[in-house]
């Protein structure tokens, strides 16, 4: 038979749950905070690895495609075309 003993009971084991999950989530939300910064370092890393990447390419050239090799030799003796 229910009584008011076992709603307030069944009221205190309802309001412990409730507690217990937004403890769950504020967890999670601050796990996700921290996942997030480390996904942004991580992106920001790899976009650097990219940054070498082109930088190491652009100190090796194949094809000559700096301004200063697509110079005839006159215009190197004169000091350009300025």
């Given at each position: 038979m229910i009584n008011l003993e076992k709603?307030?009971?069944r009221k205190e084991v309802i309001a412990k749950d409730i507690e217990s999950v937004r403890t769950r989530l504020n967890e999670y939300d601050k796990a996700k905070e921290k996942d997030t910064a480390l996904l942004?370092?991580?992106l920001g890393a790899f976009q650097q690895?990219?940054?070498f990447l082109k930088e190491l390419d652009d100190d090796n050239p194949e094809g000559g495609s700096d301004v200063e090799n697509n110079l005839t030799?006159?215009?190197q003796k004169i000091g350009g075309t300025d």
């Open positions: 709603i307030n009971e942004n370092a991580l690895c990219d940054a030799e006159d215009e």
